[in-house]
């Protein structure tokens, strides 16, 4: 499977996004995908992950209400959508197929996509 991230760009503070994590290969229906950031001079940080099914969620606490994640398995495609975004939440952002282990620590996954850059500032 390979996943490709995109979607970012530049945001005012308070404003909305929505991210796609497009995959290609028949088996992204059954794996389970994790978004993750790192800003700059930060470690990659896990931001949002969703089961394969879509039936589990899981996020960071800092991030609990303001970023939603879902996937549509017929268009194989992943989003996150942003929303109440400030500052601190400019980072690249990644997209990555979950192998195994803590769905929170980026070890746990292969398959990582070139990242798209979201910007929040007026």
């Known amino acids: 499977v390979q996943l490709q991230a995109y979607g970012g760009g530049l945001v005012q503070p308070g404003g909305s996004l929505r991210l796609s994590c497009a995959a290609s290969?028949?088996?992204?229906?059954?794996?389970?995908v994790g978004w993750f950031r790192q800003g700059p001079g930060k470690e990659r940080e896990f931001v949002a992950g969703?089961?394969?099914?879509?039936?589990?969620?899981y996020y960071t606490d800092s991030m609990k209400g303001r970023f939603t994640i879902s996937r549509d398995n017929a268009k194989n495609t992943v989003y996150l959508q942003m929303s109440s975004l400030k500052p601190e939440d400019t980072a690249v952002y990644y997209c990555?197929?979950?192998?195994?282990?803590?769905?929170?620590?980026?070890?746990?996954?292969?398959?990582w996509g070139q990242g798209t850059l979201v910007t929040v500032s007026s």
């Open positions: 990555a197929a979950h192998i195994g282990g803590s769905i929170y620590y980026p070890p746990s996954y292969n398959y």
């Open positions: 290969g028949r088996t992204f229906s059954s794996v389970a």
């Open positions: 969703i089961s394969w099914s879509g039936d589990n969620k």
